[in-house]
T-cell receptor, first 115, second 109 residues
């Protein structure tokens, strides 16, 4: 149980392109989903927290107009990196949890490379 | 401030036992998680402790002492595939998840 699917697993695209990443909880309803970014050999960095039907809460330093998050249902959240640039190249990982105090379950991550 | 400390790197031998420690200072406590993360992959959930004591799950066990702000992850009968980073994370009083930086475990034959 507690499977989270993230798609696509890898994206390579040109600078200026917008990229959409999907995160789905397959066998449970996720009241909250999280988006992380991780650079090589560095710790997970929380970007934003999204609750179904409400606006995402962004961490300090994360541009909400650049990283658009939509949590349209209890099983789907999307992250759109708008007008991506090479410095946005990173490993993006989503997670989902059933409720407060419950573990976060992670998707497989999306490796984004902007040329 | 909120802080979670765990060793940066540890080395152990295949077949042996290793204990990875985690100490925390957070505003409140609502549980502690251990995750495993292989290089280039997303974290996977290993264990959850909210009460004091030892939770055993196969070769992996996790211990918690809330009064000491301390936990450890114990890995027995180490296998080469256990080479990974192990992340300690604490839920604070606001149900925010505070992450440690992770411990890179290197297993040698």
């Amino acid at each position: 149980g507690a499977v989270v699917s993230q798609h696509p697993s890898r994206v390579i695209c040109k600078s200026g392109t917008s990229v959409k990443i999907e995160c789905r909880s397959l066998d449970f309803q996720a009241t909250t989903m999280f988006w992380y970014r991780q650079f090589p050999k560095q710790s997970l960095m929380l970007m934003a927290t999204s609750n179904e039907g409400s606006k995402a809460t962004y961490e300090q330093g994360v541009e909400k107009d650049k990283f658009l998050i939509n949590h349209a249902s209890l099983t789907l959240s999307t992250l759109t990196v708008t007008s991506a640039h090479p410095e946005d190249s990173s490993f993006y990982i989503c997670s989902a949890r059933v409720g407060e105090g419950q573990p976060q379950h992670f998707g497989d991550g999306t490796r984004l490379s902007i040329l | 401030g909120q802080n979670i400390d765990q060793p940066t790197e540890m080395t152990a031998t295949e077949g042996a036992i290793v204990q990875i420690n985690c100490t925390y200072q957070t505003s409140g406590f609502n549980g502690l998680f251990w995750y495993q993360q292989h290089a280039g992959e997303a974290p996977t959930f290993l264990s959850y402790n909210v009460l004091d004591g030892l939770e055993e799950k196969g070769r992996f066990s996790s211990f918690l002492s809330r009064s000491k702000g301390y936990s450890y992850l114990l890995l027995k009968e180490l296998q080469m595939k256990d080479s990974a980073s192990y992340l300690c994370a604490v839920i604070d009083s606001n149900y925010q998840l505070i992450w440690g930086a992770g411990t890179k475990l290197i297993i040698k034959p």
